[in-house]
């Protein structure tokens, strides 16, 4: 991993974020003072479970992926932060003051690394800011205990049928999984003899095709039916 200085568009970039956008110039120099550029090869973490949180980061490039090591030694992705997106802005006010999970760069990454002092005294100096980010958190409160229902109410067959569609482009039929098979049973809470049997299964009716992380979505309506139960009216 290497660390450079900000080229010319950078800041520009993170700037247009919702969070940031229209922020005053003072609020600006704050959210930019003292950030930096990570270049990071497939694979190589940016921050590990327990180090101090003094950095968040925007995605420049690539891909991150967050995750925690299983007690069986695999890997759980939770997920995979694209380019655009921030990551770990919330833990820069958690009081033990921590990362939570792993960071990893998922393909070869560019990040802009931003940094917690800066941050926080944006959110003192405008308001506006700390209320957008209260607001983002309390929509992914409300996700999780959605994920929560759905994973203890679910089959592992709806919660895979939810999970491809999630990836279809569009009305495409075409899916890439981002994930290895393991690491996506472990994400769906799920063995992965159960995923590679149900995999298994569809192909042989006739719903998918394909092998590995590339996949056709041959059975839409069938994937959609069994689904229906995680959509929700808000």
């Known amino acids: 991993m290497t660390k450079v200085n900000p080229t010319e568009?950078?800041?520009?970039?993170?700037?247009?974020?919702?969070?940031?956008?229209?922020?005053?110039?003072?609020v600006?120099?704050?959210?930019?003072?003292?950030?930096?550029?990570?270049?990071?090869?497939?694979?190589?973490?940016?921050?590990?479970?327990?180090e101090d949180a003094i950095e968040y980061l925007y995605v420049l490039s690539g891909g991150i992926e967050v995750m925690r090591h299983t007690q069986d030694g695999q890997d759980r992705v939770f997920h995979i932060f694209r380019v655009g997106q921030l990551l770990a802005e919330t833990a820069m006010f958690m009081t033990h003051g921590r990362y939570p999970m792993n960071a990893r760069a998922h393909g070869d990454a560019i990040a802009l690394c931003l940094k917690r002092a800066g941050l926080q005294a944006a959110c003192r100096a405008w308001p506006e800011l700390a209320m957008r980010l209260l607001a983002r958190l309390s929509d992914r409160v409300y996700q999780?205990?959605?994920e929560v229902e759905w994973l203890s109410d679910s089959t592992a067959a709806q919660r895979l049928a939810d999970y491809l569609l999630r990836l279809?482009?569009?009305?495409g039929s075409s899916v890439h999984l981002p994930l290895t098979q393991r690491q996506l049973a472990a994400n769906l809470g799920v063995r992965a003899e159960t995923l590679s049997r149900l995999l298994a299964d569809w192909v042989a009716q006739g719903r998918i095709a394909g092998a590995r992380r590339d996949w056709i979505l041959l059975d839409p309506a069938f994937l959609d039916d069994l689904a229906q139960p995680a959509r929700r009216s808000f």
């Not at 120099?29 to 930096?36: E, K, N, Q």
């Not at 279809?168 to 009305?171: L, Q, V």
Request: charged content about 30%.
């Open 144 to 146: 999780r205990v959605n």
């Open 28 to 50: 600006a120099r704050l959210l930019l003072r003292d950030a930096a550029i990570l270049h990071v090869e497939d694979g190589n973490p940016l921050f590990r479970e327990g």
């Open 168 to 171: 279809r482009p569009g009305e």
């Open 9 to 26: 568009d950078s800041p520009a970039r993170v700037l247009g974020h919702p969070l940031f956008k229209d922020a005053p110039a003072e």
